[in-house]
């Protein structure tokens, strides 16, 4: 089902970039394999027109594109160019390079698939109040992490301030200092006494 939704996402994708399909085609009758662990693992081949193919062989595909579960939030948010930094590519160099490239440089264009349920007019302002709305979000994270960090070191001291950091070091090798010496204050009582 997921393996489905993945091709068929990406096949909708690569119709969109007539350059991607082309940087595929040397490799048609490949094969690869999409691993979000520990979730699943999705098996492709690339077709003989450019695009992804399901696949199912006993051997082990030439590629594998291993990502985890846990970074899938980042492909959400920062879009694919971002989350391929945290994909480790194993297998042959070439297929590797052409999909880590592709998979990387990939875009939606969201606008073009809406003007055909909607139209141009109502897609265009459709597409530009959904980046507003994001780029608004981000900029309400973004006030509200420095909120939280101001609180935790202004206000309820829970945090060092940058600022900071320098004394506290130089406190925190003082008290080690200090205890080393009463460490030894104490053995030679403990000889002594």
């Known amino acids: ?69 846990a970074d899938l939030p980042k492909l959400l948010v920062d879009g694919l160019e971002t989350a391929m930094r945290h994909v480790r590519i194993e297998g042959n ?16 264009d969201a606008e073009e698939d809406l003007s055909r349920l909607l139209g141009d007019i109502a897609a265009h302002r459709l597409v530009e109040g959904g980046k507003q709305l994001l780029g608004e979000g981000r900029r ?22 940058c600022s900071a950091l320098p004394t506290v070091a130089q406190d925190i090798v003082a008290l080690r200092d200090a205890l080393g010496r009463l460490d030894k204050r104490i053995s030679r009582l403990e000889q002594g006494g």
């Not at 297929?95 to 939606?108: K, M, N, P, Q």
């Not at 309400?140 to 001291?157: D, F, H, M």
Request: aromatic share 8%; net charge negative; proline share 5%.
């Open 140 to 161: 309400s994270v973004e006030r509200a992490g420095g909120n939280v960090a101001e609180y935790l070191t202004e206000e309820a001291p829970l945090l060092v301030p």
């Open 93 to 108: 160099a070439e297929l590797a390079d052409a999909l880590g490239f592709v998979f990387r440089h990939l875009r939606w």
């Open 1 to 69: 089902m997921l393996s489905s939704i993945f091709l068929s996402a990406a096949n909708h994708l690569l119709s969109q970039s007539g350059w991607a399909r082309t940087r595929l085609l040397p490799h048609a009758g490949r094969t690869a394999r999409l691993a979000v662990t520990p979730l699943l693992e999705i098996d492709f081949s690339i077709s003989t027109e450019g695009y992804l193919a399901a696949w199912v062989g006993e051997s082990e595909p030439e590629v594998s594109l291993v990502l985890a579960a």
